[in-house]
């Protein structure tokens, strides 16, 4: 067996049972006094544990030991000063190890987080403030990170960075303790308007006069995702409403930085496709997160079917063309949507008014990761079930298999969207949609729906959805050959006068 080192044998003998009388006295203090002992305990054991750190600093300066910094031993002598009063002086060691630029970055990590929670418990979050900037980027610490800068700029009364940090907790988990009503008692407290300077060109309400060159103030939140938060903002420059969708902060964090970049090349071809059934890309600002579009003043067909219920054949087949227009628009461009539901499908006014049309909207979203980083079907296998069903009801099979997707997986969604407009809900119970069996037949519709029709007709509207909704991807039509299809069951209904 190896003999103690120096150090290990003074460690052991001040943290050994050895007698008082064999300490060395206190300064000003009687020898045999307990305070006295135990000060000089304390001090020596400071000496030897810094000894160490300092030893270790130098040589990870010259490019030696870096394996060391976050190991076992690091970590002993850092939580000895600790356990020994020393808490500064346990905080200003892993400061030093952050500031050393030799620190490999794999140590930088746990380093920080040990010194945010060093100076959580010593109530000082103010210093550390410029570490849980950098943890908010790190997937495992960004949840507790967002939240501590949440509470900090909550105390410093600055809401609307409080409310920013509490949002990207609940995009990476809703159920975080007490942020949920946080959230609610912020918006309550400013009656559901932001009012900050989002960037240079985006300011709240409250400070459309003092914000000077902002050009677009925020009125009110519409609605949030899991991608963002889209609010009714007015655009002060043309004096017009619009709608801003800004994206999560932690989708512009790390590794999913490339998934954010993609998405918005994908807006920017959108925004060129100029078609009466795509919801108009106005303004791009990806520094800012931030997506200007028009306003969808009539709702989303989502709230249109919660609220009215299932659409009448004519009014089913209208919207489904107009749909599949605006597929064929993108499809050609080479845009692949990947989302279509009803929540994506919006109106610029009320859907049952004279003219209405149907808008797509809301174009490469899948490619943004959700908040453990996952990526298009991943993700949404990922959820926990009762979340995953709204976004697996329009799945295509070789989504759930976690292959790309194409213009063929947007027509499988299309199919399931015109069921839901005729019945009134998606073709497959709950159970089934989680079981992830898919089958021809699925689409069949309910013998009471569209009873009214000729029979042919009806047969006709059945086969269409059939052949979209075939479960082999290479079963179904293209886009154009749907979008003909679909035009031609409008028209047989409007002859019919099926409204």
């Known amino acids: 067996m190896s003999k103690p080192s120096a150090w290990q044998r003074l460690r052991g003998w001040l943290l050994s049972s050895r007698e008082p009388a064999a300490l060395p006295p206190g300064r000003g203090q009687g020898a ?52 020994e009063g020393q808490e500064r002086l346990a905080c200003e060691w892993l400061e030093k190890f952050l500031d050393t630029p030799a620190t490999p970055s794999s140590a930088r990590v746990p380093l920080r987080a040990r010194l945010v929670e060093y100076l959580e418990r010593r109530g000082d979050l103010v210093s550390a403030l410029p570490q849980l900037e950098a943890l908010s980027e790190v997937p495992e610490h960004a949840v507790r990170a967002h939240y501590l800068l949440g509470e900090h700029y ?15 907790v609940l995009a990476r988990d809703v159920t975080y303790p007490n942020v949920r009503e946080r959230v609610e008692r912020l918006r309550r407290e400013r009656g559901r308007a932001t009012t900050a300077v989002l960037g240079e060109t985006i300011a709240g309400a409250d400070d459309m006069v003092s914000a000077g060159g902002a050009r677009y103030a925020l009125v ?87 609220e009215r219920g299932p659409r009448t054949l004519r009014r089913a087949l209208e919207r489904h063309t107009q749909i599949l227009s605006a597929l064929w628009a993108s499809h050609r461009r080479g845009i692949v949507h990947r989302d279509l539901k009803p929540g994506n499908l919006m109106f610029r006014r009320d859907a049952d008014a004279p ?36 976004t697996l009801a329009y799945m295509s099979p070789e989504q759930r298999r976690g292959a790309d997707a194409d213009p063929r997986s947007d027509l499988y969604a299309a199919a399931v969207v015109l069921y839901e407009m005729l019945v009134g809900a998606p073709p497959w119970t709950r159970d089934v949609l989680l079981a992830g069996t898919r089958a021809r037949g699925d ?40 979008l003909a299809e679909a035009r031609a069951l409008r028209d047989a209904a409007m002859l019919q006068d099926l409204s």
Not at 47 to 71: K, P, Y
Not at 154 to 168: K, M, N, S, T, W
């Open 154 to 168: 909550r105390r410093q009364g600055d809401e609307v960075r409080a409310l920013r940090h509490y949002e990207a």
């Open 355 to 390: 003219g209405a049309e149907i808008m797509l909207g809301d174009f490469g979203v899948a490619h943004l990761p959700d908040a453990q980083g996952a990526t298009g079907a991943r993700a949404a296998e990922a959820k926990k079930p009762a979340e995953a069903v709204g």
């Open 443 to 482: 689409f069949t519709l309910p013998d009471e729906v569209a009873a009214e029709a000729p029979a042919g007709l009806r047969q006709a509207v059945q086969a269409h959805l059939h052949r979209l909704g075939e479960p082999s991807a290479d079963e179904r039509p293209d886009t154009a050959e749907a």
């Open 32 to 83: 045999g006094s307990p305070a006295s002992l135990l000060a000089a305990r304390r001090e020596a054991l400071r000496s030897a544990e810094e000894t160490w750190l300092q030893e270790l600093v130098s040589a990870v300066a010259d490019g030696d030991r870096l394996d060391e910094i976050a190991g076992p031993g690091f970590w002993g002598r850092v939580e000895s000063l600790w356990d």
């Open 220 to 306: 009110r939140e519409l609605g949030r995702g899991a991608t963002g938060v889209v609010y009714l903002a007015r655009d002060l420059e043309l004096e017009r409403e619009v709608a801003i969708k800004l994206l999560h902060p932690h989708l512009a964090a790390g590794s999913q930085a490339g998934a954010c970049a993609r998405f918005f090349r994908e807006a920017r071809v959108s925004a060129s496709l100029r078609h009466a059934n795509i919801v108009a890309v106005l303004d791009i600002d990806e520094k800012a997160r931030r997506i200007v579009m028009e306003l969808a003043a009539g709702g989303t067909l989502r709230q249109v079917l919660r």
